[in-house]
């Protein structure tokens, strides 16, 4: 009873365990904890984007009669939103105009230059960012950069470095005078804390939202005390422009999708079947369907937390030894 009546923020901020009776809360219900703050880049309007418009729109008029078409077709529209150089290993000896293109893209990226200004700044200010990217090509392409336009020492982590190999980088990341940024692709999405983190920059969007959630997992950790700062990129482009409407919409970067699994199983299917349709400029309304599936089940999901959160409630001789 020592601390009867002290706020559940108060107590939880104390370096003290709770008692064992207390119960069991989702994290985004108990006021106190470090929120989510979505960090969103506007480079809509950056005529940079002009090559990565030509050749998505190129991408995009590809026929796709049958299945295996459709898929190979979707899989370089997919690397084409990440980076020029995460298609390029798809293009073949035929498709060389593609190839320029997804050069030029690069060579003109206006998240690459977005970062190449802000890095030096966050390096300064002594804080660390993890950048996540889907694929490695897209890593080496940032890595590069920044070394040249920004003169940035940068981390990386990705699948083919050895197990010791990513524990070195992680460690040399967390010094206080070791790389300022780490670029890490998906497999640096699961089985590492990166909460000493300021912030997450999502280079690119994968088309499954639960993928997305497990690199905010990567900072959005119980042992937190800072906001999760969230930065991710609003596209020219038609398709990625919708991506990141969509995302919002599911209120992905402001807070976990938790509980919301089986809800969104059918995000990624939508999103196909808008990179596929014959629109020149895809109806983000498609998504409408999804959207309230996912808002129902979140309503859900809250209310099932509360009623188990009060099913039990306290009561004095549950303190007693």
């Known amino acids: 009873e020592e601390f009867a009546g002290e706020p559940i923020e108060a107590r939880i901020r104390r370096p003290r365990p709770l008692p064992p009776c207390t119960s069991a809360a989702r ?97 300064r200010a002594g804080q660390k960012t993890l950048v996540f990217v889907a694929h490695r090509a897209t890593l080496e392409l940032i890595k590069g950069a920044m070394s040249r336009q920004a003169q940035l020492r940068v981390g990386v982590f990705h699948e083919d470095l050895s197990p010791a190999q990513r524990d070195i980088e992680v460690a040399q990341f967390r010094l206080a ?61 038609a398709l990625g422009a919708a991506i990141v409407e969509l995302y919002e919409s599911l209120g992905i970067f402001r807070e976990p999708l938790g509980g919301l699994e089986r809800a969104l199983t059918q995000v990624q299917s939508a999103i196909e079947d808008m990179a596929l349709s014959d629109a020149a400029r895809p109806a983000a309304a498609v998504f409408g369907p999804v959207i309230e599936e996912a808002h129902r089940a979140r309503d859900r999901v809250r209310d099932a937390a509360m009623h188990e959160l009060h099913r039990d409630p306290y009561r004095a001789e549950m303190a007693k030894p």
């Open 27 to 123: 994290r985004q219900d108990i006021p106190g904890f470090p929120p989510r703050l979505p960090s969103p880049v506007n480079l809509a309007d950056d005529e940079a984007w002009a090559p990565l418009d030509r050749l998505e729109d190129a991408l995009r008029r590809l026929p796709a009669d049958n299945p295996v078409a459709r898929k190979t077709k979707l899989r370089k529209i997919r690397r084409t939103l990440a980076s020029g150089a995460a298609i390029d290993g798809l293009l073949g000896s035929g498709e060389d105009r593609l190839r320029r293109l997804a050069a030029q893209a690069d060579r003109a990226d206006p998240r690459i230059a977005w970062l190449g200004r802000r890095g030096p700044t966050w390096k």
């Open 177 to 237: 005078d070791g790389p300022s940024m780490l670029v890490s692709t998906e497999c640096g999405g699961e089985g590492r804390n990166f909460e000493f983190c300021t912030r997450l920059v999502l280079f690119d969007l994968p088309w499954n939202p639960m993928a997305v959630e497990q690199r905010i997992g990567r900072l959005d950790r119980i042992a937190r005390r800072i906001p999760v700062e969230i930065v991710y990129f609003r596209p020219r482009s």
